[in-house]
């Protein structure tokens, strides 16, 4: 009789233990979620901030831009402009044409028969002091001064202070848009958000806290299923203790509702496509256009279903409310049936309503339907853009187009699709332990 009394008493100590442990386990889990939810919307805020700095408005259809980068090429090339010692040749032949034209142009002039006294005096004159050959004799001289003023770096400063000038003047004269002046604000809103002072400094800071964001979100992901795999495997070795399967089932039901609430919430899916560069060339410079977004989404579920719901559309809103009540609703009610069974008196736990929410109730949950759906998805829009934006990739001698698609399946998927495949193991569980008839 002493073993089995002490036997006994260990389960209390055994119960403590393991209701403690799973405390501390559910914490863990409901802090990962947390914390990976709330990674998930700054990066998607990141991500959209990204979006709108880097839009194709923005950018590569941006007055703005392209008059920035056509000054910078213009002062450059005056500049650094330089002529090679064939152009110079070429050039100083036909200067000295010019000039060649000019004198004989003059001369045609002063040949010309005055009608006047004073004509014909001034004829005299410049017959006296001006002789055409002598002139004509200098052409070359001139040529070359001309030639190597045109060359001279100062003056190439000033031709180019000159173009800017003008550039710029142009650049004020017109008045900005609304949609310009919107752009501008919404930019430096971005900078002063970001502590950043440029485009290029914007794009690296929100480029290394995504890459800090991705990293953190799969170790909470893998977090939160290494803590369902540590319940899944104290039912494997409490199984046979039938005193504990109560209080393991409750415990477990609470994971499953932190997987459900986190798996909904977080983002699911990001559609993400962008012109990774176009490279143009004008007046043998660059102009490049980095990173140019195309179009950029992502969505959870409980965001497809807010969107489908204030549609306009009858049949938008007809399915949001389908999503909503198939695969938000049910599994819910599911969880709280199957919590209700378990616990309740017979009478409670032998519901209609309560038995039909607990055991089949699966094949109306559309949650699996979801996570079909969207792989489905996913792949068939992964290659529709990846096909759709190898057409707009280009590469000639004066234009490069490279595009990309980032399009991806998001740690919100990965939490779903571990909540419907843990929800039927706790089903089957349930039939295995309920103190009632399960059908």
């Keep these: 009789m002493t073993p089995k009394i002490q036997n006994r008493s260990k389960y209390p100590v055994i119960k403590i233990l393991l209701a403690s442990g799973l405390l501390l386990l559910l914490i863990a889990e409901g802090f990962f979620g947390f914390r990976l939810r709330a990674l998930s919307a700054q990066q998607q805020q990141i991500k959209s901030d990204f979006s709108n700095a880097n839009g194709i408005t923005q950018g590569l259809l941006s007055v703005d831009q392209w008059r920035g980068k056509v000054a910078d090429i213009v002062n450059h090339q005056v500049r650094h402009f330089t002529l090679t010692p064939a152009q110079k040749a070429q050039l100083q032949t036909e200067v000295e044409q010019v000039l060649y034209a000019l004198i004989d142009t003059a001369e045609a002039k002063v040949n010309k028969q005055p009608k006047t006294l004073s004509g014909k005096i001034k004829k005299l004159a410049v017959k006296a002091f001006v002789k055409p050959d002598k002139i004509r004799k200098q052409v070359p001289a001139f040529a070359h001064s001309i030639i190597a003023k045109i060359d001279n770096p100062q003056q190439k400063s000033q031709l180019s202070d000159l173009a800017m000038g003008k550039l710029n003047e142009a650049q004020h004269s017109g008045s900005l848009d609304s949609t310009q002046r919107a752009n501008q604000a919404q930019q430096m809103q971005l900078y002063h958000r970001y502590g950043v002072s440029s485009s290029d400094g914007l794009n690296h800071k929100l480029d290394y806290l995504l890459n800090s964001i991705r ?53 699911m899916i990001e559609v993400d496509c962008r012109i990774r560069a176009l490279d143009f060339v004008l007046l043998d ?153 399960a059908h």
Excluded at 226 to 249: K, S, T
Excluded at 379 to 401: F, K, M, P, V, Y
């Design 215 to 267: 990293t953190e979100m799969y170790r909470y992901v893998f977090g939160m299923l290494l803590c369902i795999l540590v319940v899944l495997f104290l039912w494997w070795i409490f199984r046979a203790r039938l005193e504990l399967h109560v209080m393991l089932f409750v415990f477990s039901l609470f994971f499953a509702f932190v997987l459900l609430a986190v798996g909904l919430s977080a983002a």
């Design 285 to 437: 410079e660059h102009i490049v256009f980095r990173n140019q977004v195309l179009f950029y989404q992502s969505k959870s579920i409980l965001d497809v279903v807010k969107v489908l719901i204030s549609q306009p559309a009858i049949d938008s809103i007809f399915v949001g409310i389908l999503i909503l009540c198939f695969s938000i609703l049910f599994p819910l009610m599911k969880l709280f049936s199957t919590g209700i069974h378990l616990l309740s008196k017979r009478k409670l736990a032998e519901n209609r309503l309560i038995k039909y929410f607990a055991f089949q109730s699966g094949k109306w949950s559309m949650a699996d339907v979801i996570v079909i759906a969207v792989l489905m998805t996913y792949i068939g829009l992964n290659g529709l853009l990846d096909r759709q934006l190898a057409a707009l990739n280009i590469h000639t001698n004066t234009l490069t187009i490279i595009t990309t698609n980032n399009t991806a399946l998001q740690p919100g998927y990965i939490i779903f699709i571990s909540f419907v495949l843990y929800g039927l193991i706790l089903s089957t569980i349930l039939k295995y332990i309920t103190p009632y008839d």
